[in-house]
């Protein structure tokens, strides 16, 4: 599984986001209706195309400043933004890295710095055991119906154990505190372990 490394500016306009988390590899709709969020794809859009998702601690918060975010989130690259005619903007993103936010500073958007995550694999013999119990609990929890048919399949194709992991945790109905959790750890392995405590939670849940 080989590492990837990632060109990113060192400050980028932030788009706070909702009751979700985003995951590297990823290709996302996020639609955007506050200014705080627009001003920033627009700033992203007349530079380098280059965003900030981060969520928020507190989903109620209108007008989020830095404080009210989580200190990881996931740099994308801006594909595509259609402006809507109630004035809302769809933005597609592709994800690419996680990385830490720093030094927030407000003007129309918010901006920050931002510094990357450097993957971790952790110990080999331990990541493929993990790997093969990660896919074996997939298969439990995709039966229960869990998880639409398509993505269950777009999921059990990927051979990158992380790229898995990641889908997986973003297609569950985890907690956004769990889901964050997954976000913010940089070690595969210890990614995977949590991923599988949360599995086995979601099962036991399933099962009563």
Do not use: W
């Amino acid at each position: 599984m080989p590492t990837e490394t990632h060109t990113l500016p060192s400050n980028v306009p932030v788009c706070p986001v909702r009751g979700s988390v985003i995951y590297p590899t990823m290709v996302q709709h996020i639609d955007a209706s506050r200014a705080i969020s627009i001003g920033a794809i627009e700033a992203a859009m007349a530079s380098d195309k280059v965003i900030l998702i981060v969520s928020q601690k507190d989903k109620d918060i209108d007008d989020p400043k830095g404080s009210d975010l989580y200190d990881v989130g996931t740099a994308c690259n801006v594909l595509r933004v259609r402006k809507n005619p109630d004035g809302t903007v769809q933005m597609l993103v592709s994800a690419v890295a996680r990385v830490r936010a720093s030094n927030y500073t407000r003007g129309d958007h918010l901006s920050a710095d931002i510094t990357l995550l450097t993957p971790e694999q952790g110990d080999t013999v331990e990541l493929q055991a993990l790997s093969r119990e990660l896919r074996e609990r997939f298969e439990a929890i995709a039966s229960g119906g869990k998880i639409t048919a398509e993505n269950v399949q777009t999921i059990g194709n990927k051979e990158d154990i992380g790229e898995m992991a990641d889908h997986i945790a973003f297609n569950l109905d985890f907690k956004l505190e769990d889901k964050q959790a997954l976000l913010e750890l940089p070690s595969l392995t210890a990614r995977i372990r949590k991923l599988l405590t949360l599995l086995d939670t979601a099962q036991e849940v399933q099962a009563v």
